[in-house]
C-alpha cells in the first residue's frame, strides 16, 4: 500500500501566479516512485440573495397554492410549494426560475435546502431538507442561489513527453485511483537537491523510517 504524507496546506493566491511553499526536506532514494498530488478545493460560496412574501401553511393533504401563498402539506413534508405570485402580487418567476438543486430558502422559522425542483402552471415544488415544517403564517422567505466559483488550473499540455518517467496526473470529483496519467503538467512543480551518500556508510539505526549511519 502506498504511504501518504501530507507537506503542506494553504491558501492559494487570488491572482494567476507561482508561489513558493517551503516544505521539509524529504530524502528520497534514486529510482524511486513517487507522487506530488495537490488536493484544490472550491472557494466559499457566494450566494446572491433576494426574498418575497408568502402565506404560508401547512394543509393536512397535497392542494395547490394559491396566488400569494407557499404550503407544506403534512402529507408531503419534504416539499415546499410557491405560487409564482407572491403576497405583494409580484410576479417572482425569475426568481423561482433560478433557484438549483444545492439552493436554500429560509422563512417560517426554518432553513432548508434544494434536493429537487418541479415547475407546474405557475407553481413550483421544491424538494427540501430538511423535511420539517415552519410556522405557518405571512412570512418574508430568502432565496440563497448559490453562484460556483470556478477553480483555476494551470497546464502545460506535452510538458512531460520528455523525459518520460515523469507523468501529469489530473482528475475534477474523481477518487485518486481513478485518475490516467498523461504527459501534460499541471502547475506543480518542485524542487530537487542532488544528494551524493557513500556507499561506505551501513545503516546503524532504523527509527520512523529514517536512517543514520
Given at each position: 500500500n502506498p504511504i501518504v504524507?501530507?507537506?503542506a496546506s494553504f491558501d492559494g493566491p487570488i491572482s494567476a501566479e507561482w508561489i513558493e511553499i517551503a516544505v521539509s526536506p524529504l530524502l528520497v532514494a534514486s529510482g524511486a516512485v513517487f507522487d506530488l498530488s495537490t488536493v484544490v478545493n472550491e472557494p466559499p460560496a457566494s450566494p446572491t440573495q433576494?426574498?418575497?412574501?408568502?402565506n404560508y401553511t401547512t394543509p393536512n393533504n397535497d392542494t395547490v397554492p394559491i396566488a400569494g401563498a407557499a404550503n407544506q402539506s403534512n402529507?408531503?413534508?419534504g416539499v415546499v410549494n410557491f405560487?409564482?405570485?407572491?403576497?405583494?402580487?409580484?410576479?417572482?418567476t425569475v426568481g423561482l426560475?433560478?433557484?438549483a438543486v444545492g439552493d436554500t430558502i429560509?422563512?417560517?422559522?426554518?432553513?432548508?435546502?434544494?434536493q429537487s425542483i418541479a415547475v407546474n402552471a405557475g407553481v413550483y415544488s421544491f424538494g427540501v431538507s430538511p423535511a420539517l415544517q415552519g410556522t405557518a403564517g405571512l412570512d418574508n422567505f430568502v432565496f440563497s442561489v448559490i453562484v460556483p466559483t470556478p477553480i483555476e488550473?494551470?497546464?502545460?499540455v506535452d510538458y512531460n513527453a520528455d523525459p518520460s518517467n515523469i507523468k501529469g496526473l489530473f482528475i475534477v470529483d474523481?477518487?485518486?485511483?481513478n485518475i490516467t496519467p498523461d504527459d501534460n503538467q499541471y502547475g506543480v512543480d518542485i524542487l530537487v537537491q542532488e544528494a551524493v551518500i557513500s556507499d561506505q556508510w551501513e545503516i546503524v539505526a532504523v527509527s520512523e523510517g529514517l536512517a543514520g549511519g
Amino acid at each position: 500500500n502506498p504511504i501518504v504524507t501530507q507537506v503542506a496546506s494553504f491558501d492559494g493566491p487570488i491572482s494567476a501566479e507561482w508561489i513558493e511553499i517551503a516544505v521539509s526536506p524529504l530524502l528520497v532514494a534514486s529510482g524511486a516512485v513517487f507522487d506530488l498530488s495537490t488536493v484544490v478545493n472550491e472557494p466559499p460560496a457566494s450566494p446572491t440573495q433576494w426574498n418575497g412574501n408568502w402565506n404560508y401553511t401547512t394543509p393536512n393533504n397535497d392542494t395547490v397554492p394559491i396566488a400569494g401563498a407557499a404550503n407544506q402539506s403534512n402529507k408531503t413534508l419534504g416539499v415546499v410549494n410557491f405560487n409564482a405570485e407572491d403576497a405583494d402580487a409580484g410576479d417572482k418567476t425569475v426568481g423561482l426560475d433560478a433557484v438549483a438543486v444545492g439552493d436554500t430558502i429560509a422563512g417560517a422559522g426554518r432553513t432548508w435546502t434544494v434536493q429537487s425542483i418541479a415547475v407546474n402552471a405557475g407553481v413550483y415544488s421544491f424538494g427540501v431538507s430538511p423535511a420539517l415544517q415552519g410556522t405557518a403564517g405571512l412570512d418574508n422567505f430568502v432565496f440563497s442561489v448559490i453562484v460556483p466559483t470556478p477553480i483555476e488550473y494551470a497546464v502545460d499540455v506535452d510538458y512531460n513527453a520528455d523525459p518520460s518517467n515523469i507523468k501529469g496526473l489530473f482528475i475534477v470529483d474523481g477518487a485518486y485511483e481513478n485518475i490516467t496519467p498523461d504527459d501534460n503538467q499541471y502547475g506543480v512543480d518542485i524542487l530537487v537537491q542532488e544528494a551524493v551518500i557513500s556507499d561506505q556508510w551501513e545503516i546503524v539505526a532504523v527509527s520512523e523510517g529514517l536512517a543514520g549511519g
